[in-house]
């Protein structure tokens, strides 16, 4: 092989498989090496030796010398060893040169298809590692095959893959058609790295809206959490140490341009953006937008929610998806309580210390109460109606205006003592 068809050969694979010539040149000597064992046995001792800058290629085997050689691969005659080194003695070891041409054409092949081998496996590493950088990121491609089971896209180099659950319901896939994904993980297997993409992790929108913010970029705002469920609604809640910076603001931009991009990779998805707080209530309260929120009471390990009737569906949300992602974004139990049922409630744990004598009651509809273990206010309104007609004598009707006329009575004591302790504070 000449000078310049070696140097050529080696530069030329350099290029096409984008690697360095240096590792060509380590790659080619011990593939010509396999090759050899090969043709002259597993435990023959090939040495090769490649100059880049004279462009030569030299091939020994180290055989030793003996009397009359049996083993061809590992032994030398006398006479034929003298021929190298005139002063040479039985036993010693001696590097026998051996011409290119004697090789043998399936050696050559051999030595090929092993560097071959060699630098493909260099590829995938190489490709490995370029894509786990990738990892945690959003990354473009074109959709290559939609099947029932995954849809296969085209990274370049690489083919990445969503299964079912990783794209949402209202994306148009066809076969073409770029499509943004995160980059869930990268696998390293025998075809070369296996990119798993999803356009429903949660982080993918984190990330979008970090590509439209260049303050959450800068890091003067930060996303403090998240929540989401894929193709109905995200919730994400920022945060920022500059007083002067509005981050839920600057997350939805001028006219609603930033999260209008964002929004618009996500179909039919909605998205709102909450300023998070230290105070667990209040971010609870922001946590339920679009709801108005009345009160937030801890209770034990939960949180009473209280909102107006009219918003006990918008705070719940459809098929409690609301109320699903606050608690997730919060971290926090929560429960949605009615104003009217927060108010019953209420009634009823303060009817509990309220004396039927209190109640301004005839003596005769005391006595009978009395009769029947109804001792307080709290008694007379758990009691069924059915029961309490019996008791007294009361028709059905008349048993629930007593009930409504005294529920009325402890509301109203106990709003004007609320009041009234609101005024002194």
Known sequence: MKKEEILNYISEIARKRNVDVLYVNEALKESLIVGLKKRYGQDSEPEVDIDLEKGEIKIFLNKTVVESAIKLGKE????????????????EKIKVPLPLEEVGRSTIQKTADELVSRLRSVEKNKLYEEFKKKEKEIISGTIYQITKDKVIVNLGAVEGYLLPQDYLKSDRLRQGAVIKAYVVKVEKTPLGPRVHLSRTHQEFVKKL????????????????????????????????????????????????SRIENVLKELGEEKIDIIQWSKDLKIFIARALSPAKVKEVIKEDDKFTVIVPDSDYPIAVGKKGTNVNLAARLTGAN????????????????????????????????????????????????????????????????QVKKLKKDIEEKIKEKFFSQASQEEGET
Do not use: M
């Open 209 to 256: 809206l970090a590509k439209e913010v260049p303050e959450l970029q800068q890091n003067i705002i930060q996303i403090k959490a998240i929540a989401r469920i894929p193709g109905v609604r995200t919730k994400i809640a920022v945060h920022s140490e500059d007083e002067k910076v509005d981050p839920v603001g600057a997350c939805v931009g001028f006219k609603r």
């Open 76 to 91: 030398i005659s006398l006479e034929e060893a003298k021929k190298i080194k005139p002063d040479v003695q039985i036993g």
């Open 334 to 397: 929560i429960e949605i309580l009615k104003l009217s049922d927060y108010l019953d409630r209420q009634v009823k744990e303060k009817a509990k210390n309220i004396s039927l004598k209190d109640l301004d009651l005839s003596d005769i509809l005391l006595e009978k109460l009395v009769e029947n273990q109804i001792i307080n206010a709290f008694d007379l309104l758990i009691t069924p109606d059915e029961n309490i007609s019996k008791f007294i004598n009361y028709d059905i009707e």
